[in-house]
């Protein structure tokens, strides 16, 4: 069977700087001409940066180094290092800084030679620093202050004032709850939208209901879960008897992280709901979602993915994965192809995709597709967008923590 493209535009006129396309896609131009696999997400933003593939990857060398990618976003400094030894907290603020929170280690010998340590430690956090470093353990305790001030001299001006030690451990729960509020959890919940082919309006696409190769991908991915009762990461679904967000849906662990998917045909259905605005309400506030593509079984059209077809101002990293109807049939054994579309300001992530993408299913797939699953949401947390998000968490917190003193 030939493959025809839907595609409202000449893919030879792509490389036209006329036609608005993301430039991150020119980087492999013949990716857009390849007739056995046309693109399967082609964004109307030009400025959405796009995977369709590298011809120079090879899909062994990634599963070889499959890791899950680590990020500052998921270190909690002062619970790790400071937390359960002894220290010292000082407050100060300003017009300018706002609250500051320091704390400072103190000095420490080494239990069986008692000898001290080389340097202690000092985290510094305020609205716009988040920092911890390093000053001579020689330094006498009554000089410590003094001595964070010269290695940080925009806080030289600020008038710590020493926090009283029956306030101090209020205060240092306080820390830790704002770490935890900041931080990447080990717990992930991912959106999955099926798309039909030829389907441009979401309204039509959280109207569609499960088919069988969605519930194949789905029982590939990861194991379904009966919600009632269920004691596990639940990402937001009712697990009470009433089961208001559905009955059931899929969940799966990999490198103890625990993702949970919000399936779109999973959650309830309102017929007099045009907008669907249930299934929306998830889906909306899933940071990256799965875009099953699945084309008309008795048609030989190839469509593609605009992400700006869905209305959403939260999810920043699109999946778009299609049964390829032509290996399947060729090989008896299910393939899929993938290609990814995320928001710029993203921060690359791992691992790369292959071109052509297109992958038979089996474990090495499900460890790939997972993985770059799990580094998509954590790139995307480094993006504009979620780093404000956390800088207005991160204020509140500060406020709250002086109104304790």
Sequence with gaps: ??????????????????IPIPKTILEYPEL??????????????????VELG????????QLSFLHIEKRDVEVLPFRDWFLNQPHVLYVATDSVAGPVVLA????????????????????VRSKDVDEWLFIPSQTKSGELLDAFKKAMPAFASLKFS???????ASL?????????????KRTVKFGVLLCKGGQEDENKMFQNSMTPALEEFLEFMGTKIELSGWTGFAGGLDTSAECRTGKSTYYTEIDEFKLLFHVS????????????????????????????????????VEHFFDPSWLHTGFTHVFFVVSPDREMTKKTGVTHYRLAVACHSGTTPFGPRIPAPAVFPKGPELR????????????????APAFQARLQKVKETYLSTMFKLL
């Design 162 to 168: 020493k926090v009283k030690s029956q306030k101090a």
């Design 104 to 123: 400072i280690q103190r000095q420490k010998k080494d239990k069986v030679t008692g000898a001290i340590a080389e340097n202690c430690r000092v985290l």
């Design 172 to 184: 240092a729960a306080k820390i830790v709850e704002m770490e935890e509020m900041m931080t990447i």
């Design 265 to 300: 045909t999973m959650l309830p259905y309102f017929p007099l709901d045009e907008q669907q605005l249930e299934r929306k309400r998830h889906l909306g506030n899933d940071i990256v979602c799965v875009i099953f593509l699945e084309e008309d079984a008795n048609s030989d």
């Design 367 to 382: 460890s790939f597709f997972l993985t770059k699953l799990i580094n998509s949401e954590r790139a995307a947390l480094t």
């Design 1 to 18: 069977m030939e493959r025809r493209n839907s595609m409202k535009f000449d893919l030879e006129k792509l490389l036209d700087e006329s």
């Design 32 to 49: 857009l001409k390849d007739p056995m696999h046309p693109p399967l997400v082609l964004p109307s933003d030009q400025n959405m940066l």
């Design 54 to 61: 590298d011809p120079e990857t090879r899909f062994d060398d």
